[in-house]
Nanobody, 124 residues
Framework: VQLQAFGGGLVQGGGSLRLSCAAS????????MGWFRQAPGKEREFVAR????????YYADSVKGRFTISRDNDKNTVYLQMNSLKPEDTAVYYC??????????????????WGQGTLVTVSS
């Protein structure tokens, strides 16, 4: 599975952005997909996860109620809708694929495939 994330940019605090992650490969629909982020000088952290069929979603406490993860298996794409953005959301955002398509998992090492990242900058 090859992943390409896009949609990042500069936005004012309180604004919104939608990230997309396009996947290649016939097995996309069997993977759970996750979004992670890494701010300058910090470790990569879990943001959100969606199971293979979109039936379950999981979020980091820091984004719960503001971010929404979704997927369209017909388009081989996963999305991250980010609302009420804060300066502390500034980071490079990565999408990732986990062949264990169900359940919760916020550990980066569980995800076998990674996109190249897209930068989100939130100004105050």
């Amino acid at each position: 599975v090859q992943l390409q994330a896009f949609g990042g940019g500069l936005v004012q605090g309180g604004g919104s952005l939608r990230l997309s992650c396009a996947a290649s490969g016939r097995t996309f629909g069997s993977y759970a997909m996750g979004w992670f982020r890494q701010a300058p000088g910090k470790e990569r952290e879990f943001v959100a996860r969606i199971t293979w069929n979109g039936g379950s979603t999981y979020y980091a406490d820091s984004v719960k109620g503001r971010f929404t993860i979704s997927r369209d298996n017909d388009k081989n794409t996963v999305y991250l809708q980010m609302n009420s953005l804060k300066p502390e959301d500034t980071a490079v955002y990565y999408c990732a694929a986990d062949s264990t398509g169900f359940g919760a998992n916020s550990l980066a090492r569980a995800y076998e495939y990674w996109g190249q990242g897209t930068l989100v900058t939130v100004s105050s």
